[in-house]
Antibody
Framework: QVQVVQSGAQVKKPGASVKVSCKAS????????IHWVRQAPGQGLEWVGW????????NYAPKFLGRVTMTRDTSISTAYMELSSLRSEDTAVYYC??????????????WGPGTQLTVSS | EIVLTQSPATLSLSPGERATLSCRAS??????LAWYQQKPGQAPRLLIY???NRATGIPARFSGSGSGTDFTLTISSLEPEDFAVYYC?????????FGPGTKVDIK
């Protein structure tokens, strides 16, 4: 069965960078896009971007351009999201989620449990 | 950027009642709209995609309708486990956006 496991909670200082991992299993990792979605405390959901694990192509929401980088390591079926120049507003739970269909960008189907990022001085 | 508006913000109902949730887009998204359910402390769960298709394992009491700018999620008869927050989301263009959510709570 499909499983998505994320790295643990992190605390960072303003201006620092963070790298969150997302390990997928139960399917062929390179067949499905991985998306990242975040949720600030008590707030709604916000799409950050996606990565195509097959070729490494990524697409980011304009709000995060220049600060976010999505990568993957196909040898260990793991996707990564790195966010730099952190500010307090980046405090949120970051979810990785697998696309519903192979080879295309559609909907967010299998979700990881989320990674809590706290940005505080 | 397409803005999604959801109404009402909160819906207070009793188990067994019918729930009707609305999502409106600031411009047409065709049928590129999904609904997600989120319970406290949990990740969201895909309920409906392409406006009206139930995702795998989703009970038949959940249904979606609409196209263009106006969409509806209907829960025909609320079960205790359905009290949660519901978000709509479009994928018509970049960036994908979500609505602010509708909380369905117990009356």
């Amino acid at each position: 069965q499909v499983q998505v496991v994320q790295s643990g909670a992190q605390v960072k200082k303003p201006g620092a960078s963070v790298k969150v991992s997302c390990k997928a299993s139960g399917y062929t990792f390179t067949d499905f896009h991985i998306h990242w979605v975040r949720q600030a405390p008590g707030q709604g959901l916000e799409w950050v971007g996606w990565i195509n694990p097959k070729n490494g192509a990524a697409n980011y929401a304009p709000k995060f351009l220049g600060r976010v980088t999505m990568t993957r390591d196909t040898s260990i079926s793991t996707a990564y999201m790195e966010l730099s120049s952190l500010r307090s507003e980046d405090t949120a739970v970051y979810y990785c989620t697998r696309d519903r269909k192979p080879a295309v960008v559609t909907w967010f189907d299998y979700w990881g449990p989320g990674t809590q990022l706290t940005v505080s001085s | 950027e397409i803005v999604l508006t959801q109404s009402p913000a909160t819906l207070s109902l009793s188990p067994g009642e019918r729930a009707t949730l609305s999502c409106r887009a600031s411009q047409s998204v065709s049928n590129f709209l999904a609904w997600y359910q989120q319970k406290p402390g949990q990740a969201p769960r895909l309920l409906i995609y392409d406006a009206s298709n139930r995702a795998t394992g989703i009970p038949a009491r959940f249904s979606g309708s609409g196209s263009g700018t106006d969409f509806t999620l209907t829960i025909s008869s609320l079960e205790p486990e359905d009290f949660a927050v519901y978000y709509c989301q479009h994928r018509s263009n970049w960036p994908f956006t979500f609505g602010p959510g509708t909380k369905v709570d117990i009356k």
